[in-house]
């Protein structure tokens, strides 16, 4: 793990594909899985407050390796000196941005004036950007909805681009569904409010000069080249979660690269060493092996690799021993699907 200065090769992340901030799932064990299977794809933590980071632990919550490169870190807060003071700490750590978080919708951070509330002040926004600005030579970046309930028209969402963009910002990465704030669970408001990727669309029309990144409900590369027809960039959330084997193409599909690793068995053991190393320092199994349940969806033995894991990964002094058994049951199916196939050619 690190605390170093970030390098000028961190400076400059390229957005054209990233992974979203999710709670409970783009922590550091995922970030190292996926940036197994991608160089190039930018990665985000999951959302930190700012008074987490200033009042709480700071090491802890900011604590990740240099292997996850490039990497953002995701702010959640309100108040601008918190926000400057949380932005030092960003570039002191060496993430590569820092973004505000306004689009989360939960009643936990609404009542903190976090998230996606923070569409009806605009000029709050503005302020606490500026100031993270002028505490950092990152960049600085905020991710958003098209509106939140009650403030969901078209010129309400140039109201707010117009201040934040202002205020100096310059990369806005828009989640293309509205927040209902009372109503809706976080969950629902990731799949009830209708998707409006024509907004982000003209956004881009609009404000040609700023870079809008496009997020909300994209799952295949077809989906992705089509939106890149009309902005900057693509974020996907719970696809690349839930499916991370898709990153594997995506150096070579959207960075003129070549695939990170020939072969998820491959990459699996090239996890080995830095698993045992967080079991040698006191993490838990289960809380790492959870992020790998995917990575064999839809093969032959996804499902058995999947079922050992959970059944296993829980139980007092689990090791690296419930991976590698994991793993051989897969290559188990393997022989047994492949020599089926010999057998009816």
Same mark, same amino acid.
């Given at each position: ?64 390796? !240099?292997?996850?490169?490039? &990497? *953002?870190? /995701?702010? =959640?807060? +309100?108040?601008? @000196?918190?926000? !400057?003071?949380?932005?030092? &700490? *960003?570039? /002191?750590? =060496?993430? +590569?941005?820092? @973004? ?9 951070? /609404? ?235």
């Amino acid at each position: 793990m690190t605390n170093k200065a970030p390098s000028e090769l961190n400076l400059f992340p390229s957005r054209r594909f990233s992974v979203a901030p999710m709670m409970d799932w783009t922590t550091p064990h995922y970030r190292y899985l996926a940036r197994l299977l991608s160089k190039h794809t930018l990665l985000y933590t999951e959302m930190v407050t700012t008074g987490a980071l200033i009042h709480g632990d700071t090491e802890r919550f900011l604590r990740h390796n !240099a292997a996850e490169y490039p &990497l *953002a870190l /995701q702010l =959640g807060g +309100s108040d601008a @000196n918190d926000l !400057a003071k949380c932005a030092r &700490l *960003a570039e /002191q750590f =060496g993430f +590569s941005e820092v @973004n505000l978080n306004v689009g989360c919708p939960s009643d936990r951070v /609404q009542n903190n004036m976090i998230g996606a509330c923070l569409m009806e002040h605009p000029d709050k926004v503005a302020e606490g950007v500026r100031a993270m600005i002028e505490a950092t030579r990152l960049p600085v970046t905020v991710k958003h909805r098209i509106g939140i309930n009650g403030r969901e028209s078209w010129e309400d969402l140039c109201d707010f681009i117009d201040k934040v963009s202002e205020a100096g910002c310059q990369t806005f990465i828009v989640h293309a569904r509205i927040a209902v704030l009372e109503g809706l669970s976080p969950k629902e408001n990731r799949d009830v409010p209708p998707l409006k990727y024509d907004w982000v669309y003209q956004l881009k029309q609009r404000y040609p000069h700023l870079e809008i990144i496009i997020n909300g409900g994209i799952k295949t590369f077809a989906e992705c080249h089509e939106h890149l027809a009309r902005t900057d960039g693509v974020m996907l959330g719970r696809e690349a979660y839930h499916n991370p084997w898709l990153l594997t193409d995506v150096d070579q599909e959207f960075f003129g690269g070549e695939p990170a690793l020939a072969s998820r068995h491959e990459m699996l053991e090239a996890m080995y060493p830095f698993i045992q190393s967080e079991l040698d320092r006191g993490v838990y199994l289960a809380h790492m092996s959870r992020h790998l349940l995917g990575l064999f969806h839809g093969m032959p033995g996804g499902r058995l690799f999947r079922r050992y894991i959970s059944e296993n990964a829980h139980k007092s002094g689990a090791g690296i021993e419930v991976i590698q058994t994991a793993l051989q049951k897969v290559r188990e199916q393997e022989q047994i699907a492949l020599a089926k196939a010999s057998a009816s050619v």
